[in-house]
């Protein structure tokens, strides 16, 4: 039974799920880095929210673990590449906080443009300091959205309906969607220039990363009030806080800083600054949504193998997945043999699927594909590093797609470019279940690729099979299945056996020493 790691602080209807889906679960919430580590190794899946950081440190020790899911959107707090190279799968839920989001922004431009909670905490201390608190209009102000995707489509929505001109900065923001959404697409300066208000909703990425520095924080209209519910380190916090001492900056509030838990900032006690602990997606309805989709998109995949909403691998639904195997059993196998069989770099890889495989998700298949190829030199690659290897080392990857049946009713063909020219071999399904190759290198064979095998190219001429016999009977090696393949009778022929031992190197070397054999070598699979 697979069992996941619950670590941070998650609504119960995520534990309630993994148990009806067959896993086993544990919450520990709370931990220290060393304590996550000390434990993590006995988990399948670990679920999080912001508050645990899975570094490479982590994954080291996470020598079980197939797959992070976060409850939530942001991701910054996951090393994806040490995970992908690690082979496990990071997922998170794009969706299920979005509208908490929002409104929470929403709900800080309020509370700037009217000082809400400088005013109830005076009002509370009995002081009624009614002129002291003057605010502004949101109607009629311009609004400007840094990030125009699923949050921000959602302020600007909600801000068009407080009569607000919304301006947004998004370089990916296409102008039919700009106009879908009510808002005019600016750049960067002439939001700065114009916004009365400016809210962020961009993820932390090298390129948004200060995007609010000390530099754009002065290309800001005087009396500009700035929120962030993104992440911490979208704005020069020290920047910000000489702009509101200043009085350039008329109000700014905060629910995500540079490090957090935030428990000190110079910025606390700043007058117009107001924050909010990390509270962006905590509704009773986001935490739902979330812990809920989480909880099923780890349990699709610790079951089924269903992929959704994962950061690194293609989806895959779990209705797909039973389809898929077979196809990505033959698919790791077929990778395997050129793997094994294929000599010297690599240059290009070519992954076609025919007939009844062109109609499914091939994204997969061809990640089977390489996960065999590569196997071949490393245990830790699975389908969600073998992409990144295989960029990593410059492999070229196509993937063919051909509806019409040829021979078989289903085929997979991979073919290699070598430096010796390219190699194919290609394998269908029977029965739809089993796999099976049917082409080794340009000649038609017919094989289950299972177990201990060897592999033998020689000159097809009588006697030939007698000796090989006798050379693997006095080893000690029980044939299991034999199949032959020939170019034309008396040309080049293709062995392919199954063997009960494995075949060590020297009777390799003993079977290429027989008259007539080119090529012999041990395969397994
Ligand atoms: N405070 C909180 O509790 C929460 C914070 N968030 C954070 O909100 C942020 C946005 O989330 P979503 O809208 O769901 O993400 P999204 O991916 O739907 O939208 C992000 C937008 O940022 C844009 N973008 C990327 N690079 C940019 C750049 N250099 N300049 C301007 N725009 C750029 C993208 O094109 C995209 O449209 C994320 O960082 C997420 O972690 C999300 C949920 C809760
Ligand atoms: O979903 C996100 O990106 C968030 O920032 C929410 O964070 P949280 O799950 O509340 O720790």
């Known amino acids: 039974m697979p069992k996941v790691l619950i670590s941070d602080k998650m609504d119960p209807k995520a534990a309630q799920i993994f148990r009806e889906r067959g896993v086993e679960v544990d919450e520990i919430t709370g931990k220290t880095p060393e304590e996550l580590k000390a434990i993590i190794g ?4 670990l679920a999080i929210r912001s508050s645990t950081k899975v570094t490479q440190d982590i994954l080291d020790a996470a020598t079980n673990l197939k797959v992070v899911g976060r409850a939530g959107i942001g991701v910054d707090n996951v090393d994806i590449p040490a995970a992908s190279a690690r082979g496990v799968v990071v997922m998170n839920t794009p969706f299920g906080n979005s509208i908490t989001t929002a409104e929470h922004a929403i709900a800080l431009m309020f509370a700037l443009a009217r000082q809400l909670p400088e005013a109830d905490a005076s009002t509370q201390a009995g002081k009624w300091e009614k002129n002291r608190f003057m605010g502004v209009e949101l109607t009629a102000k311009t609004l400007g959205l840094i990030g125009a995707g699923n949050i921000g489509s959602i302020v600007a ?7 607000m001109k919304v301006v947004a900065f998004d370089p990916f923001l296409t102008p039919e969607r700009a106009i879908e959404m009510g808002v005019e697409k600016v750049e960067l300066d002439q939001l700065l220039a114009r916004a009365d208000f400016i809210t962020l909703h961009t993820p932390l990425t090298d390129q948004t990363r200060n995007i609010l520095s000390a530099e754009n924080l002065a290309k800001t209209k005087k009396g500009v009030r700035i929120i962030n519910c993104a992440r911490g380190g979208l704005i020069d916090e020290a920047a910000l806080k000489q702009g509101l001492d200043s009085g350039h900056i008329a109000g700014a509030a905060l629910d995500v800083f540079v490090n957090e838990p935030a428990k000190e900032s110079p910025l606390f006690g700043t007058p117009n600054f107001v924050s909010t602990p990390h509270l962006g997606a905590s509704t009773t309805e986001a935490q739902v949504n979330v812990a809920i989709q989480v909880a099923e998109q780890m349990a699709d995949y610790l079951v089924s193998g269903g ?11 779990a209705e797909e997945a039973p389809k898929l195997k077979p196809y990505m059993a033959l698919a790791e196998k077929l990778g395997s043999l050129v793997g094994q069989l294929a000599h010297g770099a690599l240059s290009s890889i070519s992954i076609e699927v025919e007939g009844a495989a062109a109609e499914l998700n091939q994204k997969p298949i061809t990640g089977a594909v390489l996960a065999g190829l590569m196997r071949v030199h490393s245990d830790t690659v699975n389908m969600v590093n073998a992409p990144f290897l295989a960029k990593e080392r410059g492999l ?3 993937e063919v797609r051909n509806e019409r049946e040829g021979d078989y009713h ?4 991979v073919t290699v470019r070598t ?8 394998g269908t399904l029977f029965g739809n279940q089993a796999p ?30 007698g000796r090989l016999g006798t050379t693997l009977g006095e080893a000690g090696v029980n044939i299991g299945t034999f199949h032959l393949g020939r170019r034309q009778a008396g040309g080049e022929a293709i062995l392919l056996l199954s063997v009960d031992e494995p075949v060590t190197p020297e009777l390799a070397a003993k079977v290429r020493s027989l008259p007539g054999v080119r090529t012999a070598m041990a395969l397994a699979f």
């Open 410 to 413: 289903t085929l997979v063909r």
């Open 396 to 398: 070229e990857v196509r």
């Open 157 to 163: 929505d909600r801000a068009r309906g407080l009569k």
């Open 307 to 317: 992929v959704t909403n994962a950061l690194n691998m293609p989806s895959l639904s």
């Open 436 to 465: 099976r190759l049917v082409e080794l290198f340009g000649i038609k064979v017919e094989a289950d690729l299972a177990g201990h095998m060897l592999y033998i190219v020689n000159e097809d001429a009588p006697g030939f099979i």
């Open 42 to 45: 006995e988990y399948d899946g």
């Open 419 to 426: 430096e010796a020219g390219d190699r194919s071999v290609a």
